[in-house]
C-alpha cells in the first residue's frame, strides 16, 4: 500500500520565528556570561549567568541552595540588576530576615512568596527582573493542570512554562530542586533535559564545607568545583583549600597519606587515611568514603598479587578526610600506601606527599597536570614526593622520588612490611 504524505488540510501554524543564518554571522550566545559576583560560582559557570538561560540547584534539604541563591540575587542587585526572589516554602519576613544576615538587602531585589504558576508569571512582568530565583519548583503549581501539587506533572509543566518565559525575555532564571539522598524527590531528575544548567550543591554536614558542580551546563566545561563554606554570614569562598583539608592532620600515624590531586583545574593537597583490622566476617568489610570504592579494590588486589602484601583476611577502611571526594586516578598511589601504612604501622613522613596512578601491574602512571600538583605541594611546605618515574618540571623545594612501580614507592615510603 502506498503512503500519501503531504496530503490532508496544513496544520494551522503561524510563519516561522526561526531564520536560517550563515554560522559565520551567528552571535556566540555562550561568549555573554555575567559575572555572578561569587567567584567560586563563576568559576563553575565558566564565568557566570547566560542572560536567558535556566539553571536547576538541586541538593538535599538543608544543604545552603536558599542561602546561596539569595546571596547570588543580593550580589546582582547590588549592582543595580533588577532581581526576583519567589519563596514557595518561606514567607517574604522569613527571606528579609536571612538577607539581613547574608548583607543582600538592596534596592533592586524585590521578594514575593508565592506557588501558583500564573501569579508567578503576573509578578515577573510587573518587576521585569533580570534574574530571578524559584524556590523550589516543587512548591510551584498550575490550577489548570488536574495533578497535585509537587507531582511530576506539575513541576516539569511549571518548569517549561518558565523556561519559556526565560527564552521570550532574555531572563536568568534559578530554579531550586531538593533531592534527596536515594536520589530524587518528584521532580529535580525529570527536569534536568529541560533546562539549560543543572548544579548540584553538596557537602558534608558535618563540616561546613560545601561543593558546588555542574552536571549538565550548556554553555561550558562540567570539570570545575565550586568550593564554599558555610558561616554564620552565609557562604564563603574557600580562600585555601588545601589548607582547610589538611587542617586536622596529626602526623606520625600510619595509615595516612597526603596526595596531591586535582578537582578540575584547580590543585588541592587531601589527607587519605585506611585503616586495616582483622576480620572476623566471612567476607571483610570494604568501607570507603571520598575515594572510588571499585579503585579501593582495584589496589588491594595490586597490593597482594605485585606487592606481596595481603589484606584479604582483613577489614579496610579507606577515606577521603575533611569531607573531600576524589575522583581522581593521580590518588591511587596514596591510597595503596595508606594502606600499606596501617597493616604495617609505619607512618609515612609528615613532609611526603604522593602522586600517581597505578596500573593493573603494579605500575606506577603518569598524571595529569603533575606541575600544578607539585607546586601545590611545595607551597603547602611539603619537602618530598614520591612520583612515578618520568616525571619533568619539578617545582624548587621539593625533592622528588621517582618510582617505577607501586613495590619501588612502598619502598621509598618506608612502608613495606619486614
Ligand atoms: P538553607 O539555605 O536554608 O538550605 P536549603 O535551602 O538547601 O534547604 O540553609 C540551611 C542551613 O544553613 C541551616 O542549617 C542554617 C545554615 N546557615 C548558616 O549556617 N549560615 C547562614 O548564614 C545561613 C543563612 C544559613
Ligand atoms: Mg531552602
Known amino acids: 500500500m502506498e503512503e ?107 521578594l514575593v512568596s508565592e506557588t501558583s504558576l500564573p501569579h508567578i508569571l503576573d509578578h515577573l512582568e510587573t518587576v521585569q527582573p533580570e534574574i530571578v530565583v524559584i524556590d523550589s519548583i516543587q512548591t510551584l503549581y498550575d490550577p489548570t493542570l488536574s495533578s497535585a501539587p509537587g507531582s511530576v506533572t506539575q513541576v516539569r509543566e511549571c518548569a517549561s512554562r518558565l523556561v519559556g518565559y526565560a527564552k521570550r525575555h532574555g531572563t536568568t532564571v534559578l530554579l531550586v530542586g531538593h533531592v534527596t539522598k536515594e536520589g ?35 554553555f561550558g566545561a562540567t570539570t570545575e568545583v565550586g568550593l564554599l563554606q558555610m558561616e554564620g554570614s552565609g557562604l564563603v569562598t574557600v580562600e585555601d583549600p588545601s589548607g582547610l ?51 579501593l579494590a582495584m589496589l588491594l588486589a595490586v597490593l597482594e598479587r605485585r606487592c606481596g602484601i595481603t589484606v584479604s583476611g582483613s577489614d579496610v577502611y579507606a577515606l577521603a578526610v575533611g569531607g573531600a571526594r576524589i575522583n581522581d586516578p593521580g590518588a591511587d598511589l596514596a591510597v595503596a600506601l595508606a594502606v600499606a601504612s596501617s597493616l604495617t604501622g609505619q607512618p609515612l613522613g609528615d613532609d611526603v606527599a604522593a602522586v600517581g596512578e597505578v596500573g593493573l601491574g603494579g605500575e606506577l602512571r603518569q598524571v595529569s597536570h603533575l606541575d600544578r600538583r607539585l607546586s601545590e605541594a611545595a607551597r603547602m611546605g611539603f619537602r618530598r614526593a614520591i612520583v612515578p618515574q618520568a616525571t619533568v618540571n619539578v617545582p624548587a623545594g621539593l625533592e622528588v622520588l621517582r618510582a617505577p612501580t607501586l613495590r619501588a614507592a612502598i619502598a621509598l615510603a618506608d612502608v613495606a612490611p619486614a
Open 4 to 110: 500519501v504524505v503531504g496530503s490532508g488540510p496544513e496544520p494551522a501554524v503561524g510563519p516561522p520565528e526561526s531564520v536560517p543564518t550563515p554560522i559565520g554571522e551567528v552571535v556566540d550566545g555562550g561568549a555573554d556570561a555575567r559575572p555572578t559576583g561569587v567567584g567560586e560560582v563563576d568559576r563553575v559557570l565558566g564565568g557566570g549567568f547566560v542572560a536567558g538561560s535556566v539553571t536547576l540547584l538541586g541538593g538535599e534539604p538543608g544543604i545552603g541552595k536558599s542561602t546561596l541563591l539569595l546571596q547570588l540575587v543580593g550580589a546582582a542587585a547590588a549592582r543595580g540588576t533588577t532581581s526576583l526572589y519567589v519563596s514557595g516554602e518561606e514567607s517574604v519576613g522569613q527571606v528579609r530576615g536571612r538577607a539581613d544576615r547574608l548583607g543582600a538587602i538592596h534596592d533592586s531585589l524585590w
Open 184 to 218: 530524587t524527590l518528584a521532580g529535580p531528575r525529570v527536569l534536568e533535559h529541560v533546562v539549560d544548567t543543572v548544579l548540584e550543591f553538596d557537602g558534608d554536614r558535618h563540616h561546613g564545607l560545601r561543593l558546588l558542580r555542574a552536571s549538565k551546563h550548556r
Open 245 to 295: 583539608f589538611l587542617s586536622d592532620r596529626v602526623t606520625g600515624v600510619s595509615g595516612s597519606a597526603v596526595v596531591a590531586t586535582v578537582d578540575g583545574n584547580r590543585p588541592l593537597l587531601v589527607e587519605v587515611q585506611a585503616l586495616v583490622a582483622n576480620s572476623n566476617l566471612a567476607t571483610p568489610r570494604r568501607s570507603a568514603q571520598g575515594v572510588d570504592s571499585g579503585r
